[in-house]
């Protein structure tokens, strides 16, 4: 289990990071924090328009990075085709990328044709 001080860190800074996506970011479509029964572990799916929304990203949260480092352990993988502006920014193994292979996608409106409605929050 995750100490307090960790856990109210952690939370104070996915706080700010969202914030942040809210008020500054032109093309994050997606941005969830997801926290394990006890916070010792976080998972955050963020989905972008394209390559320079997760750039513009990127450069907003910057200074958000030292901090999130200090208080957990981080990876990432990046799922897509990048631009070669991005491509030229990644070094190094991480963030992994793995390319589309397959997919299938249900939207809004194709759940409302069948009379079913997504999960609210």
Known sequence: ???ARSIRARERLSARATEIVRAQDTGTLQYDT???DDDSEAVVIERFRDSQALIE???NVAALMEPII???SV???LLGELSPELRAKM???????FSLYRSMSVTRAATKTHGASPPSR
């Open 70 to 72: 200090a208080t957990a």
């Open 75 to 77: 990876s990432g993988e």
């Open 57 to 59: 990203h990127g450069e």
């Open 34 to 36: 997801y926290f394990n």
């Open 1 to 3: 289990m995750a100490d």
């Open 91 to 97: 070094t190094g193994d991480v963030p992994q990328l």
